[in-house]
Every structure is written in C-alpha cells, then in structure tokens.
C-alpha cells in the first residue's frame, strides 16, 4: 500500500497502489509453442507432398524420354524403308515375295509341303 496526501488536510490516507502489470501466463507461451508446432508438422506435411510428386514426375519424364527414344527410332526406320522403296530392286523383290509377279519367260516351280 502507497500512503497519499489528500490536499485539503494533512491526513495520510491509504490508496490502492497502481494496478500492477500482470506478467505474461503460460498460456500465451503455450499457445505460440502449440501454433508453431502446428505450423512445423503443416511445412512438414507439405513438403513430403512436394517431394513424392516430384520423384513421381521424374518417373514420368524418364518414361516419356523412353517413349521419345523409341518414335525416334521408329522414324529412322521408316525413313529407310521410304529410301528402299524408291529403289527399282526393291520393288521387283516386294513384287515377286508379296504379289507372286514373275518376269516373262520365267518359270515358276513351287513346292507343296
């Protein structure tokens, strides 16, 4: 208790001191641990995802890579095949295996299993 002088007599009367400032509880220290706690395991949850998606991606680009790898392949092919087929020899070998052509005045022997 703080001892006041009133102005109007020289009685000391007793006043309640100032309200003190109340000092911080831990329930405030609780709550900032808790939210930052929350606040970790919600980064850490989110960076797993990030992480499983990109390996996943990884994946796909090495199949899609794969994929690309063998069209290109297949392109070289054709285009070799196109290359044949513009060749006079390699038509009459197509004619006579697919269509059965034969020249005039040759003879044709086949063989019956």
């Not at 001191?17 to 509880?25: D, E, G, H």
């Not at 220290?29 to 970790?40: D, E, K, M, Q």
């Not at 199949?63 to 392109?75: D, H, K, T, V």
């Amino acid at each position: 208790m703080i001892l006041i002088r009133k102005r109007n007599n020289n009685n000391f009367k007793r006043v309640a001191p100032f309200p003190r400032r109340r000092q911080r509880s831990f329930g405030m220290a609780r709550l900032i641990t808790v939210s930052g706690a929350i606040l970790f395991c919600f980064l850490l949850a989110v960076a797993a995802v990030q992480m499983f998606q990109h390996f996943r991606l990884q994946k796909e680009l090495a199949a899609a890579e794969l994929r690309l790898a063998q069209y290109e392949s297949g392109i070289e092919e054709i285009t070799e095949e196109i290359a044949r087929l513009h060749e006079p020899g390699y038509i009459e070998v197509l004619a006579r295996k697919w269509l059965g052509l034969v020249r005039p005045g040759e003879i044709v022997f086949q063989l019956e299993d």
